[in-house]
């Protein structure tokens, strides 16, 4: 197999001859590409594609675009993928990649345009307008000047709808104020966005679609590791306390004592709770998909489906929650929800795992308390656990994480704080009482 390469224009282009006949034709098609900006880079991609070709993987050329490719390879990927991932993923493509890059021919895609690609989504790709920030803004302005203005009055002025206005004030008078935030999307996101970027062309590649996949050579941004909020044993106790009234009063003591996922908790049944062992077994989540919950069978790593112990309160605390449940599903009776579920409205529907979350946010800010996100009392429930004195495996094992040693990393801060404890301990052990506490050396 020979190739040539020939210059067109400003560019070079190369060619060779398949060494498989057209079955259509009966004839050796020709391959070529073009817009190579050297006679050099030319060569290099002919030799590469007559390797790929001697294979068996021959890519023909195609005017197929980044946006075409991902709306095919979506379609394809839906039922070997996880919901919660594909939406995410798809809403990813849709909303960052496409409006950027979709333009560009799959073939062309190369790494500096991945590297600008990502570059641009850091600095200034958040596509939504900060607008609870706005209206906090413009509340908070005119509470000051005493003249506190009504939802309808914020949603005119910063261009809301009358229900977002009426949710931020309510958010505003309980005492939650918004951070502002930053135009570009934070270094985490962009690192999905380059999973999902870097998975897509590796089916393009097996697809014989491109030559090669551009993801493979780019790093993603750091992700930085900030050290997480998390509420101290004072704070835990004052949301307690004030959350005890609350319907889901268990709920949120069963979280502060485990850890696990707020998919878990939500989707928590029954059948899984063994209260005379005290025992749950994780396994079932409640998830979100496209803003509508979705039960789900199986965690989110291979440690999260397991068997946990609870403690004696908040057994009791279970058992106290099931009798009144009972109660409630004794009086709608056939019109009570099936399911079967821990956590539930009086009518035995489950609860959307977001409004969980508003909840919370609505008990934290009346107790007074620092905002914490909901996850955020998982990483609570961790460092108390590690400060009371559980091992980091053991620990690391009840919140189902996937990795010890992430754990470990995650959680450095609070084992660095005990290292003067340990170290008292230890030498107490090796030397005792018997060496003298000062020596007489100046």
Partial sequence: ????????????????????????TGEYPTISKGGFHTEKEAWKACRDAMRGADQGRVVRPSTRTVAQFFGEWFLAVEASMDATTWQNWNDYARCYVVPHIGAEKLQRLDEPQLLKLYAKLLSEGRIKQDRNYAMYHYWHNHTVDGSTPSPREVAKACGTTIHAARAAVRRYNAGIAPKQVHPGLAPKTVRNIHAMIHRALVDAVAWKYTSHNAAANVKPPKRSR????????EHIRTFLQTASHDRFAALFLLELTTGIRRGQICGLRWHDVDLEAREITVHDNRVVVGGHARDKAGGKTHNADQTIAIDRTTAAALQKWRHLQNEERAFFGSNYHPGNYVFTFQDGRPPHPDSIRQRFDRLAAAAGLERITFHDLRHSYATAALKAGVSPKTVSERIGHADVGFFLQTYAHVLKNDDREAAEQAAMFLIGDGYPSSTGVD
């Fill in 226 to 233: 900030a050290r997480r909020t998390v509420w101290n044993l």
């Fill in 1 to 24: 197999m020979k190739g040539s390469v020939y210059q067109r224009g400003r560019t070079w282009t190369y060619r060779f001859r398949a060494p498989e006949r057209d079955p259509s």
